[in-house]
């Protein structure tokens, strides 16, 4: 019972450097989604995945590239990575009706020096 | 000014007190609204789901929605330490995605 896994948990980058951050579900959900999560912000939307193939901007996309390799993993690409991008960053994923729920990842916690 | 707001706390209670959390919005078109429990170092779980205006309840957790007034609170009854966490509120607009907008998130310390 895996659910929706995130490598790595913890990821320290110099200013400029790049990385990707790696999900995968085992529910078979058409939609994933990635969320930062930042002090007195909550979780805010960066990119989501409806479907397979297609991928659509959230609330805070400047920065950031997303891929979807295919309907298990959603991928999130950090190209030159600044301080203002240090955050938790939360993978999850959900069946893509509104009335269901979303399953979230552990996180993984970036920190950009 | 943010879609939806939440008071970030932190709340501290002693244990058996209930507990009232509450989230405005100013989005009219949201009709799914959520609560989602996240305990420290660890991804939110959802804990309630209601769809448009009224209340449900499940166990000590009642959920209440005021869509005149965009307004949504949760009341947690009989509060444990276990229910120590950080209560999120997390709103939809669209019916056929699961698309989620969601408040700041209030932390919850329950003392024994």
């Known amino acids: 019972n895996a659910g929706v896994t995130q490598t790595p948990k913890f990821q320290v980058l110099k200013t400029g450097q790049s990385m990707t951050l790696q999900c995968a579900q085992d529910m078979n959900h058409n939609s994933m989604y990635w969320y930062r999560q930042d002090p007195g912000m909550g979780l805010r939307l960066i990119y989501y995945s409806a479907s397979e193939g297609t991928t659509d901007k959230g609330e805070v996309p400047n920065g950031y590239n997303v891929s979807r390799l295919n309907k298990r993993e959603f991928s999130l690409r950090l190209e030159s990575a600044a301080p203002s991008q240090t955050s938790v960053y939360f993978c999850?994923?959900?069946?893509?009706?509104?009335?269901?729920?979303?399953?979230f990842g552990q996180g993984t916690r970036l920190t950009v020096v | 000014q943010k879609e939806v707001e939440q008071d970030p706390g932190p709340l501290s209670v002693p244990e058996g007190a209930i507990v009232s959390l509450n989230c405005t919005y100013s989005n009219s078109a949201f009709q799914y609204f959520m609560w989602y429990r996240q305990y420290s170092r660890k991804g939110p779980e959802l804990l309630m789901y209601t769809y448009s205006s009224g209340n449900k309840e499940d166990g000590r957790f009642t959920a209440q929605v005021d869509k005149s007034s965009k307004y949504i609170s949760l009341f947690i009854r009989d509060s444990q330490p276990s229910d120590s966490a950080t209560y999120l509120c997390a709103m939809s607009a669209s019916s056929n995605t699961g698309k989620l907008i969601f408040g700041q998130g209030t932390t919850l310390q329950v003392k024994p």
């Open positions: 999850a994923s959900s069946v893509d009706r509104a009335d269901t729920e979303a399953f």
